[in-house]
C-alpha cells in the first residue's frame, strides 16, 4: 500500500513523511510531492494507493491536480489536508470522491487513522475482486473437469492435466492420489508412476510443493496470517501446516517472513 503526500510546504510535508510510523498504519512505502507538477510525474511513473493532497499550491492548486488524476482514470484514492474552511473546496472535494476532507492544524494520529480506514477499505475491494476472480475461475474448472473427461491417454497428457487439477485443488484437504486418477478415469498406481516420470517427484510431493510455494506467497503478500494460510492451502490442522513448512522451508512461517 502505498502513499504519496503532495504539499507545496517542505517543513509540513517531510514532517509527515517521517512524523509517523507508517507501517503500524498499514502503509508499506511513502514518497512526497512539493507541488502539481511533480506529484503528476510520480503519479503518471510509480503506484500510488493514495495520495494525500494539499489545496492551496503554487501553480496548479490541488483541486486541479485532482481532476486530472480522474480524468486520466488512475486507481488512487484522494485525502485532502488543508486549512481551507471554504465549503465550496469541500463540494468539489465531494465531487471529485475524495475519501475525506481534514482541516489543519491536525495531529498525526488523527491523519494517520483516516490513511488507514482508506488503505483497510481498499483492501477489503481487492479481496472482493479476488473472490469475484475465484467464482469465475469454478465456472472455468468445471468446464474443464467436462473436457478432462475426453481426454486423450497419452502420458504427457495425463501428467499436464493432473497438474492442472492439483493446482485448482490446492486448498481442498481431502485432494489425493487416488481422487485425482478417479477424475481422470486412470489407476491411481500407473497415474503416480507417469507423473514422478515426467515431473521427476510423486503427485504427494508436487502436491506439497505447489502448497508451500502458494502458503510462502501469501505470507509475503501479508494479507492473511499463518492460520488462515494454512487453511487456504488445504491444511486442516495447523500444527500440521506447520510441520510440513518447517521441513519444506527448513523454518517456521514467522522465520520465514523474518528472513525476506
Given at each position: 500500500?502505498?502513499?504519496?503526500?503532495?504539499?507545496?510546504?517542505?517543513?509540513?510535508?517531510?514532517?509527515?513523511?517521517?512524523?509517523?510510523?507508517?507501517?503500524?498504519?498499514?502503509?508499506?512505502?511513502?514518497?512526497?510531492?512539493?507541488?502539481?507538477?511533480?506529484?503528476?510525474?510520480?503519479?503518471?511513473?510509480?503506484?500510488?494507493?493514495?495520495?494525500?493532497?494539499?489545496?492551496?499550491?503554487?501553480?496548479?492548486?490541488?483541486?486541479?491536480?485532482?481532476?486530472?488524476?480522474?480524468?486520466?482514470?488512475?486507481?488512487?484514492?484522494?485525502?485532502?489536508?488543508?486549512?481551507?474552511?471554504?465549503?465550496?473546496?469541500?463540494?468539489?472535494?465531494?465531487?471529485?470522491?475524495?475519501?475525506?476532507?481534514i482541516l489543519?492544524?491536525?495531529?498525526?494520529?488523527?491523519?494517520?487513522?483516516?490513511?488507514?480506514?482508506?488503505?483497510?477499505?481498499?483492501?477489503?475491494?481487492?479481496?472482493?475482486?479476488?473472490?469475484?476472480?475465484?467464482?469465475?475461475?469454478?465456472?472455468?474448472?468445471?468446464?474443464?473437469?467436462?473436457?478432462?473427461?475426453?481426454?486423450?491417454?497419452?502420458?504427457?497428457?495425463?501428467?499436464?492435466?493432473?497438474?492442472?487439477?492439483?493446482?485448482?485443488?490446492?486448498?481442498?484437504?481431502?485432494?489425493?492420489?487416488?481422487?485425482?486418477?478417479?477424475?481422470?478415469?486412470?489407476?491411481?498406481?500407473?497415474?503416480?508412476?507417469?507423473?514422478?516420470?515426467?515431473?521427476?517427484?510423486?503427485?504427494?510431493?508436487?502436491?506439497?510443493?505447489?502448497?508451500?510455494v502458494m502458503?510462502?506467497?501469501?505470507?509475503?503478500?501479508?494479507?492473511?496470517?499463518?492460520?488462515?494460510?494454512?487453511?487456504?492451502?488445504?491444511?486442516?490442522?495447523?500444527?500440521?501446516?506447520?510441520?510440513?513448512?518447517?521441513?519444506?522451508?527448513?523454518?517456521?512461517?514467522?522465520?520465514?517472513?523474518?528472513?525476506?
Amino acid at each position: 500500500m502505498n502513499l504519496l503526500i503532495v504539499n507545496d510546504e517542505v517543513v509540513a510535508a517531510k514532517g509527515l513523511m517521517m512524523g509517523i510510523d507508517w507501517k503500524s498504519y498499514g502503509i508499506d512505502l511513502v514518497d512526497v510531492a512539493f507541488e502539481a507538477v511533480s506529484a503528476r510525474k510520480k503519479l503518471t511513473e510509480e503506484h500510488f494507493d493514495i495520495v494525500l493532497c494539499d489545496i492551496e499550491m503554487p501553480g496548479e492548486n490541488g483541486i486541479e491536480l485532482v481532476r486530472w488524476v480522474r480524468k486520466q482514470k488512475l486507481e488512487v484514492e484522494v485525502i485532502f489536508l488543508t486549512c481551507h474552511a471554504d465549503f465550496e473546496f469541500a463540494q468539489e472535494a465531494i465531487r471529485l470522491n475524495c475519501k475525506n476532507y481534514i482541516l489543519v492544524p491536525a495531529a498525526y494520529d488523527v491523519v494517520a487513522e483516516n490513511i488507514h480506514e482508506v488503505a483497510m477499505e481498499i483492501r477489503r475491494k481487492k479481496e472482493a475482486q479476488k473472490q469475484q476472480q475465484y467464482g469465475q475461475l469454478w465456472l472455468a474448472e468445471k468446464e474443464s473437469e467436462k473436457e478432462m473427461e475426453k481426454v486423450s491417454r497419452s502420458p504427457e497428457t495425463a501428467v499436464q492435466n493432473a497438474e492442472a487439477y492439483i493446482k485448482r485443488h490446492l486448498n481442498d484437504p481431502e485432494l489425493s492420489l487416488r481422487e485425482i486418477a478417479s477424475c481422470m478415469y486412470l489407476n491411481a498406481d500407473y497415474l503416480n508412476r507417469i507423473f514422478k516420470r515426467v515431473k521427476g517427484v510423486s503427485i504427494g510431493r508436487y502436491m506439497t510443493e505447489q502448497r508451500m510455494v502458494m502458503a510462502a506467497d501469501m505470507l509475503k503478500d501479508g494479507m492473511f496470517n499463518a492460520t488462515e494460510i494454512s487453511q487456504f492451502v488445504g491444511y486442516n490442522s495447523y500444527p500440521s501446516f506447520v510441520t510440513a513448512f518447517k521441513n519444506y522451508y527448513g523454518c517456521s512461517p514467522s522465520k520465514y517472513l523474518e528472513k525476506e
